[in-house]
């Protein structure tokens, strides 16, 4: 690992990074992050999740970190307190809920209060899995509307993703409202400008961190600006090809701890650089 900087923070995605794919940790994950506590590493959990989910899953980990959530949209200090929060506006929250119900479309919201959805389906049964058995009520078109939910996420099958961001692109305002994908099944809209980069760029304004004092890690689209962002990108060994391609580390698998392996490379330059001043 050469790189020129001490890292203060390293921000980590979930699903298809730090989560298996079989949703548990590899065995050396809690020895990582406990050796990163010890040496005064922030670990950041940057995921599309929501705070209920993504506290929930990492409730093994004992992290008492910070969490950049819903793809950038909340992010939240140590103690739990919201740092900063976007949401989606009634305009397009209406061509959204108007689309999803006249194709028998499957769409969750992300709420404050936690996720949401509109009807019963086999994806929201796909979807308890991810979340694992959290709560995901069935809620009328006018709760989701009242809410200041951060984002709305299809799910569907993977071809079918590619053509419903075909449609959205047409229908959407640019100026209104963003798409990524965080999974093949998955087609997330969020606020225009907003993004896992923008959540963590907000909690390092309040941590006094600069982006070069900082890495990140993952392996889907949803996590590309944030690679971007920092001054250590890294991809998991199962990433996608075009985010190894901004990376400057690759680590193994998931599978076989590529988090664990970054955490402990890094405490090892931390200490390298702190002998050199």
Known sequence: MKYSESIKLLAIDLDGTLLCRDLTFHSQIPLAFSAAKANDLYIVIATGRSIQSASHIVKPLNHEGH????NGCHVLDRDGSTLYQNHLNSDVKRTLIHFAQSRNLHITAYTPEGPCTLSNS??????????????????????????????????????????????????????????????????????????????????????????????????????????????????????????????????????DGGVAQLIFEIIAHNQRMKCRQ
């Open 67 to 70: 969490y950049v959530c819903s």
């Open 122 to 255: 086999r994806f929201l049964e796909q979807y308890k899995k991810l979340i694992q058995g959290l709560p995901v009520p069935i809620v009328s078109p006018e709760k989701i509307m009242n809410s200041e939910a951060h984002k709305i996420v299809f799910i569907a099958e993977p071809p079918m993703i590619t053509l419903l961001r075909n449609e959205l692109n047409s229908l959407l305002p640019k100026d209104q409202a963003d798409m990524t994908e965080s999974a093949p099944e998955y087609l997330e809209i969020l606020p225009s400008g907003t993004n896992k980069s923008t959540g963590l760029n907000q909690l390092c304004l309040h941590l006094g961190i600069t982006e070069n004092a900082v890495a990140a890690i993952g392996d889907y689209r949803n996590d590309y600006e944030m690679l971007n962002f920092v001054g250590f990108p890294v991809a998991i060994g199962n990433a996608l090809p075009e985010i190894k391609a901004i990376a400057r580390h690759i680590v193994k698998p998931n599978s």
